[in-house]
């Protein structure tokens, strides 16, 4: 306002000292104050447009009055028929607001008394061709003049300055030679040929209907290659997931709007447009709706609802046409119902690949986390190990394994057993630093990696504060459980560079904190399985089943209760080439965990077969008995093996006697019942060897399918002088007769021990006393040799069938 105010007080100045008192150049019929305000206001009230994206200029025939005026009007009357022709347009017709109202009419006052005074100026006389190039200038000056005080105001009202306000200038000015030059021919036919004014008024009418009828067709066919334009816009918002911002920019663009917003019904706008079903236009008049547009700061609204598939997914709004050139007519609305429906396709498809979006990260998270715990699993603790390694600081690897977890799970069921698993998996969570990673592997087995630790001894405190968590009570339901744990720890670089090695020397030291019941253990090479020369040794076992380099042993069972041998225990040797012998207790372990133990056991059983049948050919009816792995029982594969072995070397199946011990069952239980029972089925015995040594309860040896138990020679070398292992042994030999089990005592190697046996009542055993393990070949000389096997012995205690 201060602007408009400051513009009319120059020009009012400007027209009292300059203008004030000076007569018309010439005189013309019919040119009054009447007249040119009618004329001035018939050229406001039909403008010509032009608009890009959401820039518009609008351009009046006024300057053709204003150079008729020039020459045939005193200034004061031009400057009073520009004001009161002009306000009339502005106030009637297009409803100006009284502050674009005053700043408007101010610019024209400018206009006017700047272009009459640099006129005037130029003393011209008449209105020949010699005083053209003056009302060029003169014009000129003045609409430059009017475009600055427009430019300034809108800057200020604006706050800022716009570069598209000169081209709008510069456009006026390109239209103001013309509008010259109309007006130049318009005086020169009112002072030769007034007649010819009607003619040329038609000629110019006709001009701007041929111009309005081609913007508006050029303003379709624009239209349709902004909608083309649209739906490739909007294809590619959908692929970077910025439809919204994409459609409200587009929006404004193709409405020539001023603002652009999605409705969701917190302004009301959206239930209206819904109600409706169809676009609306809104005006601040509209006596129903028009409070929703005073509401939103806008003269003018179009408002559509936005459908997908599922329904209204929000309503699109524009508000007021860019630089009130026109305000939103029917072809807006129907352009702006075709954005809406292809805007609702938009958005349901942005919410379809949202939800996408949102299940394709769910489904990441599930890959990489374990559905029972929300643990990080296996995948995801890898990738941070191996982050953790490449960061170049000390790292510490923990694996966690539970201890009783079985016997919680096959006592009170699986579905606690997993409750238990969730509960460690809390447990880990609230006791660790932020930045550490607790994963759950599978099973009861944990990882836990510690990054930038400072060194082992702050790894085995936190292990040791993990194991005294966990050994507190559980409360599944009602019940307290209590559980422990066994951790290994690997440490980087000192255990190794590389996330593998880490792993894999973190489940060594883990393995021996479980097999030593310590709790927790580091790393130790020397206990390391997988070390260097353990591997070596895989490839030379590997090679010694191809080659022949083990060897079967047998050592004579014999009954105590008449001295006869009745079987033999098959016992492999491997004569390695270079190392000497090699005993099973150094490589049976390498053959379960290198998947050599199937074709170990399978040579062991064949050559023990064998054996047994050329006995048995010879006219000794023995028993053989070979001892099956852990690993080995867990094979699905045995039962069928064992029975085509038998088929092969015709042997009965009652002449094999397989031997397992407790841990081995204890294992897995299910699975391995299930073996046991196939091969029971198959008409074998099944002794459980080293008993009393494992976890098994009486109770689960009673459901076995077991036909013999053989107590460990551990109780019988040391019964004679401990008094708890005689007691043990008696033990066994009470709980064999209850339950119709064959007993056999391992280790006896002296008299008294078998002696003493004997007086328990046990009725079988084998040991050194009897006879050393030897190969098959020795044993059948001795059996044929002589019917007093080993004599050197024990003379009167074996006697061979």
């Known amino acids: 306002m201060a ?14 000292t300059s203008l004030a008192g000076l007569r018309p150049l010439v005189h013309l019929p019919g040119i009054g104050l009447v007249t040119m305000a009618a004329a001035f206001a018939l050229a406001e009230a039909l403008p010509v447009h032009f608009e890009h994206r959401r820039e518009a200029v609008s351009i009046t025939l006024s300057t053709v009055p204003l150079v008729v005026g020039l020459f045939a009007m005193s200034p004061v009357v031009l400057i009073g028929a520009r004001l009161a022709g002009s306000a009339i347009t502005l106030v009637l017709h297009r409803r100006q607001r009284p502050l674009k109202l005053s700043v408007n009419l101010a610019s024209f006052w400018m206009q006017t008394a700047v272009s009459v005074v640099v006129f005037r100026a130029l003393q011209l006389h008449g209105v020949g061709p010699r005083n053209w190039p003056g009302a060029f200038a003169a014009v000129l000056i003045g609409d430059i ?19 598209s306000l000169v081209t709008s200038a510069l456009v006026s000015i390109v239209a103001t030679g013309v ?69 409200l920019e587009r929006a404004r663009d193709l409405m020539h709007a001023e603002r652009a917003w999605i409705d969701h019904g917190q302004d009301g706008l959206h239930a209206a447009a819904c109600a409706a079903g169809a676009p609306l236009r809104i005006t601040a008049g509209d006596s129903e709706l028009g409070h ?78 374990d559905s029972l715990t929300g643990l990080p699993n296996r995948v995801l603790f890898a990738r941070r190990l191996e982050d953790a390694v490449a ?27 997993d409750l238990l698993l969730q509960q460690v998996g809390d447990r880990l969570r609230g006791t660790l630093r932020r930045g550490d990673v607790i994963a759950r592997l599978g099973g009861d087995e944990f990882a836990v990696l510690l990054p930038d630790i400072q060194g082992e001894h702050a790894a085995l405190h936190a292990a040791l504060g993990i194991v005294d968590l966990l050994e507190q009570p559980f409360l599944i339901g009602d019940m307290s459980v209590d559980v422990g744990a066994s951790i290994g720890i690997a440490v980087s670089p000192r255990d190794g560079v590389d996330a593998v090695t880490l792993v894999q020397r973190a489940d060594v030291a883990m393995y021996t904190a479980k097999a030593d019941q310590t709790g927790v253990e580091m790393y130790r090479p020397e206990r390391d399985g997988y070390s260097p020369e353990r591997l070596t040794l895989v490839s030379e076992l590997r090679q010694a089943v191809q080659e022949d380099q083990l060897e079967v042993f047998y050592q004579p069972q014999v009954d ?45 059983l064949d050559e023990a077969l064998a054996a047994l049948r050329q006995w048995r050919h010879a006219g000794h009816p023995l028993r053989i008995s070979v001892n099956l792995s852990a690993r080995s029982l867990l094979q699905p594969e045995l039962v069928d093996d064992v029975a085509a072995l038998l088929k092969r070397h015709g042997v009965p199946a009652g002449g094999l006697c397989l031997e397992v011990t407790e841990s081995s069952i204890m294992c897995d239980p299910r699975r391995t019942t299930a073996t046991l029972e196939g091969l029971r089925a198959l008409g074998v015995t099944i002794a459980v ?15 076995l399918p077991v036909g013999e138990i053989k107590i460990d020679k551990s109780f019988v070398l040391s ?49 050194y006393l009897f006879g050393r393990p030897m190969p098959g070949s020795v044993m059948l000389e001795t059996l044929e040799r002589s019917a007093d096997f080993a004599a050197d012995a024990l003379p009167q205690m074996i006697v061979v069938p």
């Open 391 to 417: 960061s170049d600081t000390a790292a510490a690897v923990l694996l966690l394994d539970l201890d009783r977890f079985k016997e919680v799970n096959d006592t009170l069921g699986h579905h606690n057993g």
């Open 292 to 369: 929703l547009v005073l509401a939103a700061g806008a003269r003018e609204i179009l408002a559509a609802p936005l459908f997908g598939g599922s329904g209204p997914v929000g309503t699109l709004v524009v508000a007021d046409r860019s630089g009130s050139v026109r305000g939103f007519d029917k072809d807006d609305l129907r352009l702006f119902a075709t954005i809406a429906n292809h805007a609702g396709v938009s958005m349901e498809n942005d919410l379809l690949v949202e939800r996408l979006r949102v299940k394709a990260a769910e489904s990441e998270h599930q890959s990489l986390h």
């Open 145 to 163: 003049a009017q475009s600055i005080v427009l430019t300034s105001a809108i800057s200020l009202y604006q706050r800022r300055w716009e570069a």
């Open 689 to 703: 060897d080293d008993f009393g040594t494992g976890h098994s309860s009486l109770a689960y040896i009673k459901r």
């Open 179 to 247: 509008e010259t030059s109309l007006g130049i021919v318009a005086l020169s036919l009112w002072t030769s040929q007034p007649a010819a004014l009607l003619p040329l008024g038609v000629v110019t009418a006709l001009v701007l209907l041929s111009y309005q009828t081609h913007r508006s067709l050029g303003e379709r066919h624009r239209e349709l290659g902004h909608l083309y334009d649209f739906t490739s816009v909007m294809g590619d918002a959908l692929l970077d997931g910025r439809v919204i911002e994409a459609l």
């Open 3 to 16: 602007l408009a105010v400051s513009a009319a007080a120059a020009s009012f100045v400007i027209t009292i």
């Open 560 to 604: 105590l209760r008449d001295g006869t041998m009745f079987g033999a225990e098959a016992l492999v040797r491997w004569f390695h080439p270079t190392r000497g012998i090699i005993h099973p207790d150094e490589f049976i372990s390498v053959a379960e965990h290198t998947g050599l133990i199937r074709p170990l056991t399978l040579f062991v």
């Open 719 to 767: 019964m004679l002088s401990d008094h708890s292992d005689e007691m043990i042994v008696g033990t066994i030999l009470h709980l064999g007769q209850n339950l119709g089990i064959s007993v056999v005592a391992e280790g006896v190697e002296d008299e008294a021990s078998r002696d003493r046996l004997q007086e328990m009542g046990c009725p079988a055993a084998q040991g």
